[in-house]
């Protein structure tokens, strides 16, 4: 993990620990990949510092913004992750976490489907009450 970079974050959340991970996980039948897991622990989420990055596949909007990532227990509710994934039980499959939001209410998610750890962007706007993800 030494090689492992995280972004800069401002008003970050007092520190996670690997207890309330882990009870994250259980409560959600999960298993965060290690390096979210890490992140976790040195920021618990917050407001990145560099705020636009690369979207692959869109080519009608080919950068993002970040607005906040999620944290566990963070200093403002609207940006805890078991909110968001209770808000959209049902409406996102099994697996897929929202863990950062930008300015139009899309998301970064990571989706653990299959085993799998990708990062995916969720512009929900075009699927908003259709029940496609």
């Not at 970050?12 to 207890?19: A, Y």
Request: proline share 8%; net charge negative; charged share 20%.
């Amino acid at each position: 993990m030494s090689d492992v970079t995280f972004p800069q974050t401002s008003e970050s959340n007092v520190p996670t620990s690997k207890r309330a991970i882990r009870e994250f996980e259980k409560q959600y039948e999960i298993v965060l990949p290690n390096t979210y897991v890490s992140f976790l622990l040195a920021t618990n989420g917050g407001r990145p510092d560099r705020l636009v990055y690369p979207i692959e596949g869109l080519p009608q909007n080919p950068l993002g913004d970040l607005h906040f990532f999620m944290g566990l227990s963070p200093q403002w509710e609207v940006f805890d992750l078991r909110r968001y994934l209770g808000m959209f039980s049902g409406r996102i499959p099994v697996g897929i976490v929202p863990f950062a939001v930008n300015g139009g209410s899309d998301y970064v998610c990571l989706d653990l489907r299959a085993g799998g750890e990708r990062v995916v962007f969720w512009d929900h706007g075009h699927f908003w009450s259709t029940g496609e993800w």
